[in-house]
C-alpha cells in the first residue's frame, strides 16, 4: 500500500507543477449582468508580487451580445500611495474584421480572449485599474476582465 501512494505521488508531483503555467499573479473580475458601465472600474490589487519585467497579459471574456468587433480599454497602473505610474489606452481585437469570428477560445457564445500588453508594470506597481473606453454608457456582452502576469 505504501508503494502505491508513493508511485501516485511521483505521478501528481510533476502534473501539479505543469499546471502553474509560469504565472506570477492572475486574477479575472465578473461583470454583474454581462453589462459594463462606462463608470465601472475594475481595480486588481497586486500587493506584493514581485513584477520585475514580465509580460502582461490582458484577458476579455465577452458572447455574442457585444456589438464591436475591438475594445478600448484604460489602463491604470499605481503605486502603494496611489499615485499613478502610467495611463494607457489598449485597443484589444475581440473578432476577426474580414470573417467576423470570434477571437480568441470558447465554446457555446461565450469567449475568452487573451491579448499581450505592449507595456509591463514595473516593481512599484501595486493596483491596476481597468476601464472601459467605448464612449457608450453601457457596454452589454463583456462577461469578465482578467490580468495575468507571467514570470
Not at 475581440?94 to 457564445?109: A, H, I, R, V, W
Not at 473606453?133 to 476582465?145: D, H, S, V
Amino acid at each position: 500500500m505504501n508503494k502505491v501512494k508513493r508511485y501516485l505521488f511521483l505521478l501528481l508531483f510533476p502534473v501539479a507543477g505543469a499546471c502553474t503555467d509560469g504565472r506570477i499573479y492572475e486574477d479575472f473580475q465578473s461583470l454583474p449582468n454581462q453589462n459594463w458601465g462606462i463608470k465601472d472600474s475594475l481595480v486588481f490589487e497586486l500587493g506584493d508580487t514581485k513584477l520585475i519585467n514580465s509580460p502582461n497579459l490582458l484577458a476579455v471574456k465577452f458572447n455574442e451580445e457585444y456589438a464591436f468587433s475591438n475594445c478600448y480599454l484604460r489602463i491604470i497602473s499605481k503605486d502603494s500611495s496611489d499615485v499613478i505610474l502610467d495611463n494607457k489606452l489598449v485597443n484589444i481585437m475581440l473578432f476577426d474584421q474580414k470573417s467576423g469570428e470570434p477571437l480568441g477560445e470558447g465554446f457555446g457564445n461565450s469567449y475568452t480572449r487573451y491579448d499581450t500588453l505592449p507595456f509591463f508594470f514595473d516593481q512599484h506597481t501595486k493596483s491596476v485599474t481597468i476601464l472601459q473606453y467605448m464612449r457608450q454608457e453601457q457596454l452589454p456582452g463583456i462577461e469578465a476582465i482578467g490580468i495575468k502576469i507571467l514570470k
